[in-house]
């Protein structure tokens, strides 16, 4: 009787390993695959940049070979252009569900200003930056890459827009502090590379905060209005 359970163990291993596993599909194992190659450009685009990529290297990279990867993206152009969109897609998704997160927070332009460093800080932006600065000897390229980047950031600043607007502001004044701030930040990363300062940009970043609070104090007599922007220290002088 001691050896019941361990025989029900067994069947039910047995039984399980029975069960058959669903087959992937033509279209399953090709989006894989795909997703593998567009990964593995990202990748050495951010290491060596659009001048050091190759497409031997991504199919290195992916494991996959050579004919595969010219079945899904023909030219290096095109591989290129589709990894900036796959990557670019991701940092759509993430930007939209903070902005959707601050309307929660009581922190908008805090919340605003983590998004654009999260953005313009990251890989995503620098690789995309190096498309368009090689875009200058081929206008093919550099198309494509304003169209990625527009494309997939102007809908986060739209719903960024929405949720300053949410302060009481008017829409211009709105679209321009919103201007204003995605300018800073983008400037601050790319002037870390030749001076990174993380502690300096953080305490301007946070005077700007407070700059933003002053001004919309003078301009929405809403009480707590200003409040929701300033930062935590401002608040407790």
């Known amino acids: 009787m001691a050896d019941a359970p361990v025989a ?110 999260a953005f313009y800080f990251g890989d995503y932006f620098f690789v995309g930056l190096d498309m368009l600065l090689a875009g200058g000897k081929d206008p093919t390229l550099k198309e494509a890459g304003i169209r990625v980047v527009r494309n997939y950031r102007r809908p986060v600043e739209q719903q960024w827009l929405a949720v300053i607007q949410e302060l009481g502001l008017p829409a211009r004044t709105s679209e321009d502090l919103l201007l204003l701030t995605v300018s800073l930040v983008r400037g601050f990363g790319i002037r870390q590379l030749w001076s990174a300062e993380p502690e300096r940009v953080a305490g301007l970043l946070a005077m700007w905060q407070d700059m933003i609070a002053t001004y919309v104090a003078a301009k929405v007599p809403t009480k707590g209005a200003a409040a929701r922007i300033a930062t935590p220290a401002r608040r407790r002088t």
């Open 8 to 117: 029900r163990t067994a069947r039910r291993k047995l039984s399980a390993s029975a069960v058959p596993k669903p087959r992937r599909t033509q279209a399953m194992r090709s989006g894989e695959m795909k997703r593998r190659i567009l990964d593995a450009a990202f990748e050495v685009l951010k290491e060596r940049g659009f001048a050091g990529f190759t497409t031997l290297e991504v199919a290195r990279r992916a494991g996959v070979s050579r004919g595969a990867q010219v079945h899904h993206f023909p030219s290096k152009q095109d591989l290129v252009t589709a990894a900036m969109e796959h990557v670019f897609g991701i940092a759509l998704a993430d930007g939209l569900r903070l902005a959707e997160a601050a309307k929660r927070s009581g922190r908008p332009v805090e919340a605003l200003i983590g998004d654009a460093q």
